[in-house]
């Protein structure tokens, strides 16, 4: 990434990928795995992982015109090719979960 920033606002990476806020943020709930940190007032910060599925995705739509099934289907596919990929998903959850109990305590 540009400055090797652990966080990245939403409108820094609408601005890399080249789409609206408001496209990342429809993306967000049509692809359970795209979960960025939300703080206590609900601002979102993109890791590179999010980042990274966010250009997956824009690729396959804008790029290869596939559907939102698709591209889910694409992105299913492609975490079962990659076994390293579950233990991602499994270890960003967790790492949400955590960060969401922290910002309660």
Known sequence: MENNKLYYSIGEVAEMLGEPQSVLRFWETEFPS????KNKRGVRSYTEHDINLLRRIRHLTRDCGYTLDG??????????????????NRLTEVRKFLVDLKEQL
């Open 71 to 88: 591209v889910r289907e694409q992105l299913r596919v492609r975490a079962i090719d990659d076994p390293k990929q579950e233990v991602v």
């Open 34 to 37: 795209l979960q960025p940190v």
